[in-house]
């Protein structure tokens, strides 16, 4: 043999031994890296952990799972809260119609955790979104404005507007997790808005708070008594696990702390902010609010937004006190200060005051002494047949006025969307007048 043949089969041994080592050490990094991501849990295991499925399924009466009835689950959580509403509105509590909320959105590096799939920030961002539209549906004479926490620093991301488009808009647009969360950047910030507002105006901050500590640069309890002293009433949802420092923040604002179990639980948790909550006592006076009712300009003239200070065409509305133009409704005029809102704004408002009275749950079979003996087969508000439950939840509910059965879709609508019972409204109108014609 050759001294060149067998400098090759040396260098080609070398060669297979070097390739082995670094095809080990792969193999190495990769079963590190599944342990790291799973746990030490195989592919389909993790695949289960994650999609939790088990959690979707119930044992039934003859011990057989079934799906969990989702509809159900969500009508009996409606009617909780329909409760509460009704509970609170029957002691004549006085409630704020115009609220300046700022919505602090928390946006460290806490935001990103996974436990919220696909993560915190991404369920965040999507229930704000439908927190928002709700926000404005039930109240349609106040205003919103978004702040994130992020670095340790707190930025306004809109300001107070009544716009809900716009401030999704900026909100999507500015989904990064970064740093630290610091409670009382956010805090000092809002504070110095809101102590801006008028005395009428009902000032709020609702916090969504993923981290589990707060990075401040000085004392947060001066700057919650600031809050306090402010009439500015602080409510915290948080993502992760119960802090003492925003239950201290809530208790001494006169605020709500809550912590969100998963998504469903969050989502419900943040639209019960949605309704006008219980005036404080300090603003619970009678006031007289200035307003202009102003009138939509012509689609073909051009006129200088007083909004966004730029020209535009068509469409608007005319300030009746300054004749300055303005994009949309309600807002305050940007030269005289002039509260604008349309007559359908307050007449959205009026629900509040004096809204609807629960309906009552009708069982599937009545006692023979009363005197409905049968039960109507339609639905009043949607036609639909009413199916006979038996042994099954109740499936229908009556107006407590009118006697009308409806179903739990047609409840639920008439209480958070109409404002008005179709049966009480059809007796109404049923009525014979009083005068007679001569």
């Not at 009617?79 to 002691?91: H, V």
């Not at 808005?193 to 990075?215: D, N, Q, W």
Request: net charge negative; hydrophobic share 30%; charged share 25%.
């Amino acid at each position: 043999m050759s001294g060149g043949a067998v400098e090759r089969r040396f260098e080609f041994r070398k060669s297979n031994g070097v390739r082995g080592e670094r095809e080990e050490e792969d193999r190495e990094e990769e079963e590190e890296e599944d342990e790291g991501n799973g746990r030490g849990l195989e592919a389909w295991e993790r695949a289960y952990a994650d999609e939790r499925s088990w959690e979707s399924l119930q044992e039934d009466e003859s011990g057989l799972l079934r799906p969990i009835d989702n509809k159900s689950l969500y009508h009996a959580q409606y009617r909780r809260r329909l409760r509460s509403l009704s509970s609170s509105s029957s002691s004549r509590i006085q409630k704020g119609l115009i609220r300046y909320l700022y919505v602090v959105v928390d946006l460290s590096r806490a935001a990103s955790e996974t436990d919220f799939r696909p993560s915190r920030m991404v369920v965040v961002a999507k229930h704000v979104e439908a927190f928002i539209r709700e926000f404005f549906d039930q109240n349609p004479l106040s205003h919103i404005g978004l702040v994130t926490i992020k670095d340790g620093v707190a930025r306004c991301l809109t300001d107070l507007g009544g716009s809900p488009d716009s401030h999704i808009k900026a909100l999507l647009g500015k989904l990064e997790c970064s740093g630290d969360s610091s409670l009382q950047n956010a805090l000092d910030l809002v504070h110095g808005y809101l102590s801006k507002i008028p005395s009428y105006g009902h000032r709020e901050v609702l916090i969504l708070y993923s981290a589990l500590s707060t990075c401040d640069p000085g004392d947060v309890m001066e700057t919650i008594q600031n809050c306090k002293k402010a009439k500015i009433r602080c409510s915290v949802v948080g993502l992760s696990a119960e802090i003492y420092i925003c239950k201290h923040l809530c208790e001494e604002t006169g605020g709500s702390y809550t912590v969100a179990l998963d998504e469903s639980h969050f989502k419900e948790l943040l639209l019960e902010h949605a309704p006008p909550p219980p005036a404080i006592a300090e603003f619970a006076v009678a006031n007289l609010i200035k307003m202009g009712f102003p009138q939509r300009g012509a689609d073909g003239v051009i006129a200088i937004c007083s909004c966004h200070k730029e020209a535009k065409v068509g469409g608007g509305y005319t300030c009746p006190r300054c004749k300055a133009r303005v994009c949309e409704l309600p807002t305050e005029c940007r030269i005289c200060g002039l509260t604008l809102v349309s007559s359908p704004h307050l007449a959205r408002s009026y629900h509040h005051l004096f809204p609807i009275s629960p309906f009552i749950e009708v069982p599937s079979t009545l006692p023979s002494n009363n005197s409905y003996q049968r039960l109507p087969k339609n639905c009043f508000g949607c036609q639909l047949s009413l199916p006979n439950p038996g042994s099954n939840p109740v499936l229908r509910v009556a107006c407590p006025k009118c006697k009308q059965h409806f179903c739990l879709d047609c409840d639920i609508y008439i209480h958070e969307s109409l404002h008005n019972c179709p049966g009480c409204e059809s007796l109404r109108e049923s009525k014979p007048s009083n005068t007679t014609k001569v």
